[in-house]
């Protein structure tokens, strides 16, 4: 009895399956090539999964973390009219943004890197005559704001207001502090995303600044 | 027709007759993995062809293959546990005096009930070599000097195997209809 059910039991489990012809499964008659094949495919997907990973990596090594691509690089400005830090009545429009060279920095007095960068920019805005620096204070308190410019000098000579963070969308602000070169017919020419000191002008915004002079 | 080369002893129509045997004894050897039992066919044929596997004439031909299938599913195994859930557990081998307790407490259950749940459920209980020895003696009718060839083993240990694997298996299955009824009366 225990033969007839161990036989049931494996019947029906054969059933689940189905055989393979012997033509599938010896060499010089579709098996090896069927084997070859598959074990080609597996190697050839392995292979360019690794390839594609090692590429990957060897590009994101060799590049600055810092300068991220942007869609808006070589386009005109986005379109805004925002209200302007230091009069709230008062509105400033990206028209106004046109013929000469503009840097907007994108800040928050909530943002620790723009804490750091803020001195060196104070110190680069009084250097650099030829260029407007534009602060975009980002989803902050304009209050705040106002008084942390008092305190700690304003290297902007125009400062907006984007308390509801619209703008940033449009730039494709991924978080303060962000900068933004602007040449005269108002395209923007550079992102660079991070904290700016000394070493990133001298190696990245002077050669640049340069061009666009 | 592919040449045999240093197994010319064989004929390739002698492997086409055993070809559904060998197959269904690697569907076992891989837990019923279609693609995993075709590679481990196909993988077997290849070492016969390229003379790695050398059948000596000491066995049945059928007897050879199925060592050499159950090797090889082994060998393609071993980086592809996934496939296999279950395959290779290993029960734990029982002291000779439980061993003899279950052969002398040992009860038919009620054949008529067992169904193949509780089937799967005692044969995992066995040890892979136990099944392995069940499966050749009781589906593939294969004689137990045969089954020593395919192992590799003395006769004297597949006997001994395969008895005890038919007094757990019995015991297993008259255990689980205890269970059964138990679980039936709770509720």
Same mark, same amino acid.
């Given at each position: 009895?225990?033969?007839?059910?161990?036989?049931?039991?494996?019947?029906?489990?054969?059933?689940?399956?189905?055989?393979?012809?012997?033509?599938?499964?010896?060499?010089?008659?579709?098996?090896?090539?069927?084997?070859?094949?598959?074990?080609?495919?597996?190697?050839?997907?392995?292979?360019?999964?690794?390839?594609?990973?090692?590429?990957?990596?060897?590009?994101?090594?060799?590049?600055?973390?810092?300068?991220?691509? #942007?869609?808006?690089? +070589?386009?005109?400005?986005?379109?805004?009219?925002?209200?302007? $830090?230091? =009069?709230?009545?008062? !509105? *400033?429009?990206?028209?106004?943004?046109?013929?000469?060279?503009?840097?907007?920095?994108?800040?928050?007095?909530?943002?620790?890197?723009?804490?750091?960068?803020?001195?060196?920019?104070?110190?680069?805005?009084?250097?650099?005559?030829?260029?407007?620096?534009?602060?975009?204070?980002?989803?902050?308190?304009?209050?705040?704001?106002?008084?942390?410019?008092?305190?700690?000098?304003?290297?902007?000579?125009?400062?907006?207001?984007?308390?509801?963070? #619209?703008?940033?969308? +449009?730039?494709?602000?991924?978080?303060?502090?962000?900068?933004? $070169?602007? =040449?005269?017919?108002? !395209? *923007?020419?550079?992102?660079?995303?991070?904290?700016?000191?000394?070493?990133?002008?001298?190696?990245?915004?002077?050669?640049?600044?340069?061009?666009?002079? | 027709?592919?040449?045999?080369?240093?197994?010319?002893?064989?004929?390739?129509?002698?492997?086409?007759?055993?070809?559904?045997?060998?197959?269904?004894?690697?569907?076992?050897?891989?837990?019923?993995?279609?693609?995993?039992?075709?590679?481990?066919?196909?993988?077997?044929?290849?070492?016969?062809?390229?003379?790695?596997?050398?059948?000596?004439?000491?066995?049945?031909?059928?007897?050879?293959?199925?060592?050499?299938?159950?090797?090889?599913?082994?060998?393609?195994?071993?980086?592809?546990?996934?496939?296999?859930?279950?395959?290779?557990?290993?029960?734990?081998?029982?002291?000779?005096?439980?061993?003899?307790?279950?052969?002398?407490?040992?009860?038919?259950?009620?054949?008529?009930?067992?169904?193949?749940?509780?089937?799967?459920?005692?044969?995992?209980?066995?040890?892979?070599?136990?099944?392995?020895?069940?499966?050749?003696?009781?589906?593939?009718?294969?004689?137990?000097?045969?089954?020593?060839?395919?192992?590799?083993?003395?006769?004297?240990?597949?006997?001994?195997?395969?008895?005890?694997?038919?007094?757990?298996?019995?015991?297993?299955?008259?255990?689980?209809?205890?269970?059964?009824?138990?679980?039936?009366?709770?509720?």
């Amino acid at each position: 009895m225990l033969q007839k059910i161990i036989r049931d039991f494996y019947d029906k489990k054969h059933e689940q399956v189905t055989d393979a012809s012997f033509e599938s499964c010896f060499p010089d008659k579709g098996g090896k090539v069927v084997r070859a094949e598959r074990r080609f495919v597996r190697f050839g997907l392995a292979a360019s999964v690794l390839l594609v990973v090692a590429a990957l990596l060897l590009f994101g090594l060799g590049r600055d973390p810092n300068i991220v691509p #942007s869609a808006l690089v +070589d386009r005109p400005l986005p379109v805004f009219t925002k209200p302007d $830090l230091f =009069d709230e009545t008062a !509105t *400033i429009s990206s028209e106004q943004l046109r013929g000469g060279i503009f840097l907007v920095n994108i800040w928050a007095t909530w943002c620790p890197p723009c804490h750091v960068e803020h001195p060196f920019l104070v110190e680069i805005s009084a250097s650099e005559p030829d260029v407007t620096f534009v602060g975009l204070n980002y989803k902050d308190d304009p209050e705040l704001a106002r008084e942390f410019l008092k305190q700690r000098g304003n290297p902007f000579r125009i400062s907006l207001i984007d308390a509801d963070g #619209s703008l940033g969308i +449009d730039f494709g602000v991924a978080g303060p502090p962000e900068t933004f $070169l602007v =040449d005269s017919s108002g !395209t *923007i020419r550079y992102r660079h995303v991070g904290v700016i000191d000394h070493k990133v002008w001298a190696e990245t915004f002077e050669p640049i600044l340069a061009q666009m002079q | 027709m592919a040449s045999l080369g240093r197994n010319s002893n064989i004929a390739e129509s002698e492997l086409r007759v055993l070809h559904q045997e060998v197959f269904r004894w690697a569907l076992y050897c891989t837990n019923f993995n279609h693609d995993l039992a075709k590679d481990t066919v196909q993988q077997t044929y290849l070492k016969i062809v390229e003379g790695t596997a050398y059948f000596g004439g000491k066995s049945s031909l059928k007897t050879w293959l199925f060592g050499v299938v159950r090797l090889t599913a082994r060998e393609l195994r071993r980086g592809q546990e996934r496939y296999i859930a279950g395959a290779t557990h290993e029960a734990e081998e029982l002291p000779d005096e439980v061993e003899e307790l279950l052969d002398e407490t040992f009860a038919e259950p009620d054949w008529e009930s067992v169904d193949a749940g509780a089937v799967e459920r005692a044969l995992n209980e066995l040890s892979l070599l136990q099944r392995e020895i069940v499966y050749l003696v009781f589906y593939r009718d294969m004689p137990l000097s045969e089954i020593a060839l395919v192992f590799d083993v003395s006769i004297g240990t597949v006997r001994k195997q395969y008895h005890r694997a038919k007094v757990r298996l019995a015991g297993l299955l008259k255990q689980g209809e205890e269970d059964g009824k138990d679980s039936k009366q709770r509720q």
